[in-house]
């Protein structure tokens, strides 16, 4: 987002991370990004990427308890938001059911980016979607031990009023978000033949 401010200046980016839907024809809202199936009355949705996670941690906590070499080694350290049905869902994925009575229970957060920063700062895995947090991965501050990825169907949709399709803002940062996730989809198209 901070790339699109330095090339529109002239348009002010204000980010609300709140969990709630925006009632878009009510509130000070131009665009959302929402996780789901892409379905919501009255708004146009532009499918991003999917709403894929795995588990992450820092690398100095991973070592700490010898590596996470097995799925069945993360309960050796505290999971971000255990009570997350996305941990039963990649325990499955990967083949291994999943135990509640073995998990060290890490910070609740509530949010995906509450979480990541509670894994980068040692406090425990987080589940993440691996397409948000690909940059913490590739400069070695997140690992992701295992390729598995778990899925509940959902993909990530860029979403506006169905009537302001062709706002000027609305277009251009459309247009800016979907060049910025056109690899990531291709990237899909490619895995999924």
């Not at 990427?49 to 820092?58: E, H, I, V």
């Amino acid at each position: 987002l901070g790339t699109f401010q330095l090339m529109h200046p002239d348009l002010a980016v204000k980010v609300n991370t709140s969990p709630r839907l925006v009632d878009f024809t009510r509130e000070d809202m131009d665009v959302g990004i929402r996780t789901g199936t892409g379905k919501w009355p009255g708004l146009t949705a532009h499918y991003l990427f999917k709403a894929d996670y795995t588990p992450m941690l820092s690398p100095r906590l991973a070592e700490s308890v010898g590596g996470i070499h097995r799925p069945e080694d993360l309960y050796k350290v505290a999971l971000c938001c255990a009570d997350d049905p996305w941990w039963k869902i990649w325990f499955e994925a990967a083949g291994v059911p999943f135990e509640p009575d073995r998990v060290i229970a890490g910070p609740t957060l509530g949010s995906q980016a509450y979480d990541a920063m509670a894994a980068l700062t040692d406090q425990g895995a987080a589940i993440l979607t691996r397409n948000i947090y690909s940059a913490l991965l590739a400069k070695g501050q997140l690992i992701q031990p295992f390729e598995v990825l778990g899925s509940d169907g959902d993909g990530y949709w860029l979403v506006h009023l169905e009537s302001r399709r062709n706002a000027p803002k609305i277009k251009v940062f459309r247009d800016w978000v979907l060049a910025q996730t056109a690899e990531i989809r291709e990237r899909e198209r490619r895995e999924a033949r």
